[in-house]
Nanobody, 127 residues
């Protein structure tokens, strides 16, 4: 079992930055491919970024490539996944979810390949 808790969301202006965090308990990030998804009102949940659990490389949605960076660390024995979001746009407004992939998944943008989800953290970008 994996428990995921997101934090770091908020209300920002266009062009600002935010860093989302996802604290994980249970198995470590080397056991699971991790990802970030988002869901805007009235829309389906969509892929944002995923982290290769072996080499730490990121996979991104086209519209966030170059603006968002996914990363992880294990400081003090605590697994934390991050999403650094720069140059935020109003269209980035959504509820952001952290997710852990099914066993054996290395990295994927397919939502059905994720087994564990956090409760979400709201990001609102507005002037």
């Amino acid at each position: 079992q994996v428990q995921l808790v997101e934090s770091g969301g908020g209300l920002v202006r266009p062009g600002d930055s935010l860093r989302l965090s996802c604290a994980a308990s249970g198995r470590t990030f080397t056991d699971y491919g991790m990802g970030w998804f988002r869901q805007a009102p009235g829309k389906e949940r969509e892929f944002v970024a995923a982290l290769n659990r072996f080499n730490g490389y990121g996979l991104y949605k086209d519209s966030v490539q170059g603006r968002f960076t996914i990363s992880r660390d294990n400081a003090n024995g605590k697994d934390t996944l991050y999403l650094q979001m720069n140059s935020l746009k109003p269209e980035d407004t959504a509820l952001y979810y952290c997710a852990a992939g099914r066993p054996g998944v290395v990295v994927t943008k397919i939502i059905g390949q994720y087994s564990y989800w956090g409760q979400g953290t709201q990001v609102t970008v507005s002037a």
